[in-house]
């Protein structure tokens, strides 16, 4: 079994910047596919980021593109969310998923896509 654990997040202004990390608890004997999503109150969890298995591929959700970045480290066990100039309305829960098989492109946007979630970290963007 693995375990996720997120960290990093808090408050921040909007136009700031807040980087979220995801780490596993044990090494995948390959890889790991990541995936953020984030799930604000009252409404459904959304997809925001992947990362594929090979990490040669990265997915946003269009209205994310170009503020936020994920990426992995080299170890291959830690997950970012980089996000640049947050606005209020991505305040959330956000949560780390990943899976140690690659993922189908159909799914790379589901929740069923990853095995493995973390508990989620909080994010507030204040105005």
């Known amino acids: 079994q693995v375990q996720l654990v997120e960290s990093g997040g808090g408050l921040v202004q909007a136009g700031g910047s807040l980087r979220l990390s995801c780490t596993a608890s044990?090494?995948?004997?390959?890889?790991?596919?990541w995936a953020w999503f984030r799930q604000a109150p009252g409404q459904e969890r959304e997809f925001v980021s992947a990362?594929?298995?090979?990490?040669?591929?990265?997915y946003y959700a269009d209205s994310l593109k170009g503020r936020f970045t994920i990426s992995r480290d080299a170890g291959k066990i830690t997950a970012y969310l980089q996000m640049n100039s947050p606005k209020p309305e991505d305040t959330a829960v956000y949560y780390c998923?990943?899976?140690?098989?690659?993922?189908?492109?159909?799914?790379?946007?589901?929740?069923?896509?990853?095995?493995?979630w973390g508990q989620g970290t909080q994010v507030t963007v204040s105005s």
């Open positions: 990362i594929s298995w090979g990490g040669g591929s990265t």
């Open positions: 998923g990943a899976g140690t098989r690659p993922v189908p492109p159909d799914m790379v946007r589901s929740r069923n896509g990853y095995a493995y």
């Open positions: 044990r090494r995948s004997m390959t890889n790991y596919a």
